[in-house]
């Protein structure tokens, strides 16, 4: 399937991963020159420099062609005006959209957006569970709320430091994607090893993510 990403940042950075693993072809449109060169350099993908929000851009990633977009910028504005123009002038058939400001969800909604993914349940979380946004930082909202991928800053007194994934407690529907480890990006096995400083990505639903933060006392000095 080919997938049109407006964004390439970590979410949409990610998803062009993911997506490439799974045999699908994403196109990455992103304004920022310099993360245009990193996704390019690190990703087999098309990246396509310029405004997701302009149908010049679009018609050069070929969106007729794709059979879905996901839009996940930073900015509300163009993810929103993406969607539209995907939906509407190139018939993408799925279309999905990230906003920021929960204000935007019924807009999207009421343009015929598929999917609209807010994260401002994923922030009460955090005021919930007085987590720092250094030790958890929410990447997207998934299942209409229901679940997250989340950003993890391992613990200093981690519990757990220097146990492998297969020996360390994880709740069911909580699954561990990458880690990233001196500096070096790596998806794990259950053989990978864990340390307090490591950076996490994970996939948890909510009930999930609440026993982890708990066991694993996330943000807690």
């Known amino acids: 399937m080919r997938i049109c990403i407006i964004g390439g ?35 087999d993908v098309a990246v396509i420099h310029g405004n997701g929000a302009s149908v010049g851009t679009l018609e050069a990633a070929d969106c007729a062609n794709c059979q879905a977009m996901v839009c996940v910028s930073g900015k509300d504005e163009v993810n929103l005006v993406a969607a539209q123009l995907g939906k509407k002038v190139f018939n993408i058939k799925k279309t999905i959209a990230r906003v920021n400001n929960p204000k935007n969800t019924e807009v999207l909604k009421a343009l015929g957006i598929d999917i609209v993914l807010s994260s401002t349940i994923n922030i009460a979380r955090l005021i919930e569970h007085q987590v720092e946004t250094t030790a958890l930082r929410n990447l997207l909202s998934m299942g209409n709320g229901t679940a997250s991928l989340v950003e993890i800053l391992v613990p200093e007194h981690f519990r757990y430091n220097g146990k492998t994934l297969r020996d360390i407690p994880t709740p069911k529907e909580c699954v561990v ?4 480890q001196n500096g070096e990006f790596s998806i794990p096995t259950a053989d990978s090893v864990i340390y307090s400083g490591d950076q996490i990505m994970a996939i948890s639903s909510n009930d999930a993510l609440h026993e982890l933060i708990a066991d694993w006392k996330i943000g807690e000095k």
């Not at 699908?24 to 020159?33: G, L, R, S, T």
């Not at 994607?177 to 990233?180: C, E, G, K, L, N």
């Open 9 to 43: 940042g970590k979410v949409g950075f990610y998803l062009a991963k993911t997506l490439l693993e799974h045999n699908h072809e994403p196109i990455v449109i992103e304004q920022d020159a310099a993360t245009c060169t990193k996704v390019a350099n690190e990703l």
């Open 177 to 180: 994607v990458s880690i990233m």
